[in-house]
Structure formats: structure tokens, C-alpha cells
């Protein structure tokens, strides 16, 4: 089975390379694509996947980093967040990744379809393109969605959720890395791609309430995102998560518990050699004995700090440092060597747009004239910096109206959802209710319907007693009236036979001591009734009576 998927993806690969090919030959004639987003993408996905026939290697070579990526797709080790050697080398060779794409696409392999499109999109967001690497990531949820993978579902929000805090869109980055933290949860899967997809969510949604000035709630999900990494052992995680809960205590003020945090990352960037996270971590460092004003702790630590973010290439904190630097030698009034590094970081920051340091750097130059007596200077100095702070001031109030108008959202959501949770606790409630009076009616019900069955029982078996009692009575008079009757009718065979009675006369004298009319007793034999009386009249002659009454008593004596 597993031979047959490689031959098949070997043959579609060759399909791939000469459609690339002819993409490349037909080039030159369709230049007006579309011009929307969409189409830009597409025709530069297009570029690229016609220079395959010119940077290609052997078809053995191909087929073996072809097979690794499927095989790593199997497994879920491809690592968008921290990517390892081969798969940074994937993501700068936009032809592999090209062909990796559409042999997914061609086998319908989902899975491997959501992955190619997150790397595609990764490549994207690493160069700051942030519009592909949106189009590329919604791709890869699309066909996260195909796969039925909560893994690949997660990986793609939780990357969304990036670009866009990326790009201050606080509300939009705080629903997608809330999505993405609810689908691993909800997935029940504990394995460590998983843990690592939690671990990031909670550290994007702490990023964000700290841009919003929420730092309880950011300190409460950059924890909970610094548990996971200590339970997966990765360094890097551990750096960051240390590097946050430090930053967001030294905002709220508290210096030494941000000290022992940073400290921790700076452990951890050693271990893991890693230049551009150590410059983060000296920065921070001097930057809390800054605000003790331990003037020459600080001016230690930022001077490799220096050091590390020009080995980097790291603009904002070479912007940093340097400022950091150019405040020690404020403080110390080497005013030519604080000027030098002052007036380095404002033409930096000013290169790359960054408000804030250029703020800083005047408001530093003005302190530093003021200390020369220089008043002049200083107030224009001043007036430059408090130029910056206006505007930094009415982007703030922007950007807080915008944040307020969020965590507006936030609240009004989560009172929906306390709402709704109340609802359905009430709901539940009378459902439980509910559920108690049935059970105790059906319970009712069959206590009834068991003592109706018990007196039901008694009663019929009373009824058996009194019907079989009525039937040895019935039978009892039965025989006491068949007695009787045998007894009557010998008695009047005697009485015929000693009055010269006829055996008809017999018959009628029988009937009429059973109590039966004339017309009975001729519509028994069969005569007329004249008949009857006739015959009656006879039997009084005989018996010497005059009615019925004296006849029957004749019978009796």
C-alpha cells in the first residue's frame, strides 16, 4: 500500500514538472492576470513554479526530501512554530514547497495540504507579507477542516492569530488564538504537537491583554503557556514564557519578581547559544537597574547587549541599547560619547518609523543640554520630543478607543455567555425538576397499579371462593329439587293409578303442580286449551276437589 502511494506521488511529480514546464512556455502570453489579491497570489505562485525545471536537482534527490515531507506529515513533525534545520531549509526553497503543494493537491492528501499551505504561509509571514500568509493560512484551515484534524485546525488559527497581532488587529488575533486554544482542548489529545499548540494560544491571548493593559490576565495565560513548555522541555518556549511574565511584572512595577523571570530566560537563551535571545534578556535586565537607578549595573549589562543585537541585526534593540548607552553617559554627562549614541538610535528609529525612541532620544538630548546649561537647545530638544509624544498620545487615544471598543466586546461577551450559562442552569434545573415529577408520577402510577393488581388478586380469588360455595349450593338445590321432583311425580302416579286418572290426565295434573298455566300446559302437549280444560275438569271429578289448590295438597298428603 505504502509503495503504491510513493509511485503514484513519483508520477504525479513528473506531471507536476511538465505542467511547470509549460506554465514557463506560456508565460510571455498571459501577463494581464487579475489584479486582485487573490490573483496576485496565484500568478506569483505561477512565477514560481515555472523556475522548477531550472533549479530541480536528480529525481532521486526530490523524491527523498518528497518522501521525508510526507513521513513528517504522518507524524506531525513538521514544526511550524520551531522550525529545525530541513524544514527552514523547505521554507526558503518556495519550488519545493511549490511541488510539495501540488502533489498534496493531486493525491487529495489533505492533511499534507494543510501543512504545505501553513509553510507556505509561514514563509510569508517571516518576510512581514502579511496578506499571502493570511490567504495561505485560511487555505490551510480550509483543508484542516477536509482532514477532519483539530492538530492542523489549531496550527492554522493559532498562526492567524499571529499575523494579525502582528498587525495590531487585537480583536480579530484574540478570536483566532481563542479558537484555536478551544479546538485543541476540545480535541482530548495530549500528545506534544498538541501541547505545543495550547502552549502557544495562551501565550498569543496573554500578548494580546497585554497590549490592552490587562497584565493580570496577561500574567494569568502567560503562565499557564509557560506550564506547558516546562512540560514539553522546550528551551525556547521556556525563554519567551520567562522573557513575558518578566515584562508584564516590570510594567506593573513589581522589579524584583521581573528580575528573577528574566534571569530564568537568560538561563535558557545560554543554553541554547541563542544571540538574538540573549540581547533581549541584557536589555531587559539593565533596564530594571535602569529604574532603580543602579547607573552602573545597568551600563554592564547593556553594553553586551550592544553587542549581541548588532551580531543579530536586530534594529529595535540596537535602537535600545544604544539609548540605554546613551542614558548611562547622560547620567555620567560624557556629553559627546551620549550624543554619539543618542543621535545613532534617533537616525535608526527614524529609518524604520519607530515614534517612541525618537521621543526618548530628544527628551535624552534635552536633559543632556540642560545639564550644559544650554537652554536653548533644550527647549528645542524638549518641544521635538513633545512633538513625538503628541502624536504618540493621539495614536494611543486611537488605539485605546479601539481597545476599549474590544474589551467592550470581551465583556459583553462573556456577560452572554454568564447569561446564557445562567439560562441553561435554570434550564437544567426545571429539567431535573421535570424529570423527578415524571419519575415520581410513574412511581405513583406503578404503586397503584401493583395494589390494584394485589386487591384485584384477593378479589378474584374471593369471587373463586363465593362462585365455587354458589355452585356446590346450586348443585345442592339441584339435587334437593330433583328429589323433590321425583318424589312429586311418583306421588302422582300413585294418585292416578288410585283414581282412575288417564295417563294424559296424569300428565296435566304433572304440569299443573309445576306451576304451569292452561295455555302452558296445552302448548306443551300440544291441544287446544279447551282441551286442558276439559281434562282438568276431569281430575277435580276424580279427586273429588274443586280447584288447584285442593289437588296439589291431594298430591302432598
Known sequence: MEKDQKMKRNYIFLQVLILSLFIFSCNNSNKSGNNTPQGVLMKDAQNKEIQIDHKLRSDQENKSW?????????????????????????????????????VSESTQNYKALSFAYSMLGNSKKIESDYLPAIFYYKKAYENALLADDAYLKALSLNMMGVVYRRKSASKTALEYYTRALKAAEESNISTDYMLKSIAISNEGIGGLYRMLEQYDLALKYYKQSLKYEEQLGSLLGKAIGNHN????????????????????????????????????????????????????????????????????????????????????????????????????????????????????????????????????NALNYFKLSNAYGDSIVNEKTQQYLVDLTILYDIEKKRNEIESLQKDNETKKQKLIARNRLIVSLILAVLVIIVIAYVFRQKGLQKLDVMESELQKYLLQIKDSKN?????????????????????????????????????????KIFVSTNTIKYHIKNIYLKLDVKNRVEALNKIKQ
Open 483 to 523: 328429589k323433590n321432583n321425583e318424589i312429586q311425580e311418583r306421588d302422582i302416579k300413585k294418585l292416578a293409578v288410585k283414581n282412575n286418572l288417564s295417563e294424559r290426565e296424569a300428565d296435566v295434573l304433572y304440569f299443573v303442580n309445576e306451576g304451569m298455566s292452561n295455555a302452558d300446559i296445552a302448548e
Open 66 to 102: 518528497l518522501d521525508s515531507l510526507f513521513t513528517r506529515t504522518e507524524t506531525y513533525s513538521i514544526n511550524i512554530y520551531d522550525p529545525d534545520k530541513f524544514i527552514k531549509e523547505i521554507l526558503k526553497d518556495s519550488v519545493k514547497m511549490g511541488i510539495f503543494k501540488n
Open 245 to 376: 511574565i518578566g515584562k508584564t511584572y516590570r510594567l506593573l512595577g513589581q522589579l524584583d519578581s521581573a528580575k528573577i523571570y528574566h534571569e530564568k530566560s537568560l538561563e535558557y537563551n545560554n543554553e541554547m547559544n541563542s544571540i538574538y535571545g540573549k540581547a533581549i534578556c541584557y536589555n531587559d535586565l539593565g533596564t530594571i537597574e535602569m529604574l532603580k537607578n543602579n547607573i552602573d549595573k545597568a551600563y554592564l549589562l547593556f553594553v553586551p547587549a550592544l553587542e549581541m543585537a548588532n551580531k543579530c541585526g536586530d534594529s529595535t534593540y540596537i535602537i535600545n541599547s544604544k539609548l540605554n548607552i546613551g542614558w548611562y553617559h547622560t547620567r555620567k554627562n560624557h556629553r559627546d560619547t551620549a550624543i554619539k549614541y543618542i543621535n545613532d538610535a534617533i537616525a535608526i528609529a527614524k529609518r524604520i518609523g519607530n515614534k517612541s525612541a525618537i521621543m526618548r532620544g530628544y527628551k535624552l538630548l534635552s536633559e543632556l543640554a540642560q545639564n550644559r546649561k544650554n537652554y536653548l
